[in-house]
């Protein structure tokens, strides 16, 4: 079972936006102790079930700043069944560390686990981005005092 739900969220934050491309929720179903492993690395979970549901959302970061960003990465993500995500536990994100040049944009994904989604599925994901630097680390602007909220249905 996939589910893509096609809503395009954006979320402008000073001269950052934030686009999401497409989300998915995905039931994965791990077939040997291998792909068991392999997926509790990747979301950071000491424990997954045989069967699970993950959302893998595609987006772009687009710089507006007159110089080069450094990208904190996500910080959370939260659903509206009350589940809260970070890098450190269940969710795995590709923007953190990475720079985009002004004037340009780069695409990212981001995956999570959504735990217990079969008898209490999510409908809604709340994206907490992280502050921005240049390339010498110094921070140039705090993270975005809203989250972009993205639909699963």
């Given at each position: 079972m996939?589910?893509?739900?096609?809503?395009?969220?954006?979320?402008?934050?000073g001269?950052?936006?934030?686009?999401?491309?497409?989300?998915?929720?995905?039931?994965?179903?791990a077939?040997?102790?291998?792909?068991k492993?392999?997926?509790?690395?990747v979301?950071?979970?000491?424990?997954?079930?045989?069967?699970?549901?993950?959302?893998?959302?595609?987006?772009?970061?687009?710089?507006?700043h007159?110089?080069?960003?450094?990208?904190?990465?996500?910080?959370?993500?939260?659903?509206?069944?009350?589940?809260?995500?970070?890098?450190?536990?269940?969710?795995?994100?590709?923007?953190?560390?990475?720079?985009?040049?002004a004037n340009?944009?780069?695409?990212?994904?981001?995956?999570?686990?959504l735990?217990?989604?079969?008898?209490?599925?999510?409908?809604?994901?709340?994206?907490?981005?992280?502050?921005?630097?240049?390339?010498?680390g110094?921070?140039?602007s705090?993270?975005?005092?809203?989250?972009?909220?993205?639909?699963?249905d």
């Open positions: 996939t589910k893509i739900a096609t809503n395009a969220a954006v979320l402008s934050a001269n950052v936006s934030y686009k999401v491309n497409k989300v998915r929720v995905l039931k994965n179903t077939k040997t102790s291998e792909a492993t392999a997926a509790e690395q979301l950071n979970i000491s424990s997954i079930p045989d069967t699970y549901y993950t959302f893998v959302l595609n987006y772009t970061v687009t710089n507006k007159k110089t080069t960003i450094a990208l904190n990465g996500v910080q959370s993500v939260k659903t509206d069944t009350g589940q809260t995500m970070t890098t450190a536990d269940q969710l795995s994100d590709s923007s953190a560390g990475n720079k985009i040049p340009e944009s780069a695409t990212f994904v981001m995956n999570g686990y735990y217990d989604y079969q008898s209490k599925p999510a409908k809604k994901l709340f994206i907490n981005f992280g502050s921005l630097f240049d390339t010498h110094k921070k140039i705090d993270s975005p005092n809203r989250k972009l909220v993205v639909k699963l």
